[in-house]
């Protein structure tokens, strides 16, 4: 990620990222690479678009991955727990660890991504349910579960020290810099 970001603010090339299938790492690094180079993401607003944009729209396959709650579909390829990968925990950590060492960068707390995650696995929002945006459509998730972001707007998730124009994130990338997460 720190390269694409070099790649983007110093070199200003054009960048392509995609993994194998697109699902897994192609959304964390185009993710963290954009929470790093634009401030907006770094907002409450900013990462949740970004959150919708890269994750959700794109079809990252959260019911696999996280081993949550999805329409059954007539398929050769059936569900296992070899397809159970902590995909978007990865990247809320990466998050985190970015915003321990930067803390004047984010709008959201600790206490935010911690939550978020909670709701990831817990099936009491439709926001993360099913393997894309086809199949929350088709279950009419919106209409009869709640969503996760309304749950995330209180001021207890407010980073008060947040300073709106941190500029490009660039972190300490040594093993040293980094912590254990508790949440």
Same mark, same amino acid.
């Given at each position: 990620t720190a390269q694409v970001v070099r790649m983007i603010s110093v070199d200003r090339a054009s960048v392509l990222v995609h993994c194998s299938d697109g699902w897994d790492r192609t959304?964390?690094?185009? +993710? &963290? !690479?954009q929470?790093? &180079?634009?401030?907006h993401f770094r907002t409450i607003a900013g /990462?949740?678009?970004?959150?919708? #944009?890269?994750?959700? $729209?794109?079809?990252?396959?959260?019911? &696999?991955?996280?081993?949550?709650?999805?329409?059954?579909?007539? $398929?050769?390829h059936s569900p296992s727990d070899d397809e159970l990968s902590p995909v978007f925990l990865q990247f809320v950590e990466c998050v985190w660890?970015?915003? =321990? =060492?930067?803390?004047? !960068?984010?709008? /959201?707390?600790?206490r935010y991504l911690a939550t978020l995650l909670y709701h990831v696995l817990s099936g009491e929002h439709g926001t993360f349910l099913c393997n894309c945006e086809r199949q929350r459509v088709l279950l009419g998730l919106s209409t009869c579960s709640a969503s996760l972001w309304a749950a995330l707007e209180s001021p207890e998730y407010v980073n008060p020290e947040f300073v709106?124009? !941190?500029?490009i994130l #660039?972190?300490? &990338? !040594?093993?040293? +810099?980094? #912590?254990?997460?508790? +949440?």
């Amino acid at each position: 990620t720190a390269q694409v970001v070099r790649m983007i603010s110093v070199d200003r090339a054009s960048v392509l990222v995609h993994c194998s299938d697109g699902w897994d790492r192609t959304p964390q690094v185009t +993710a &963290l !690479a954009q929470l790093m &180079l634009d401030p907006h993401f770094r907002t409450i607003a900013g /990462f949740q678009r970004l959150v919708i #944009k890269e994750w959700l $729209s794109f079809g990252h396959q959260f019911a &696999l991955r996280c081993g949550t709650l999805a329409p059954l579909e007539r $398929s050769s390829h059936s569900p296992s727990d070899d397809e159970l990968s902590p995909v978007f925990l990865q990247f809320v950590e990466c998050v985190w660890h970015l915003s =321990q =060492q930067l803390p004047h !960068a984010f709008e /959201f707390n600790s206490r935010y991504l911690a939550t978020l995650l909670y709701h990831v696995l817990s099936g009491e929002h439709g926001t993360f349910l099913c393997n894309c945006e086809r199949q929350r459509v088709l279950l009419g998730l919106s209409t009869c579960s709640a969503s996760l972001w309304a749950a995330l707007e209180s001021p207890e998730y407010v980073n008060p020290e947040f300073v709106h124009d !941190a500029g490009i994130l #660039k972190p300490n &990338l !040594a093993a040293s +810099a980094y #912590k254990p997460w508790s +949440a």
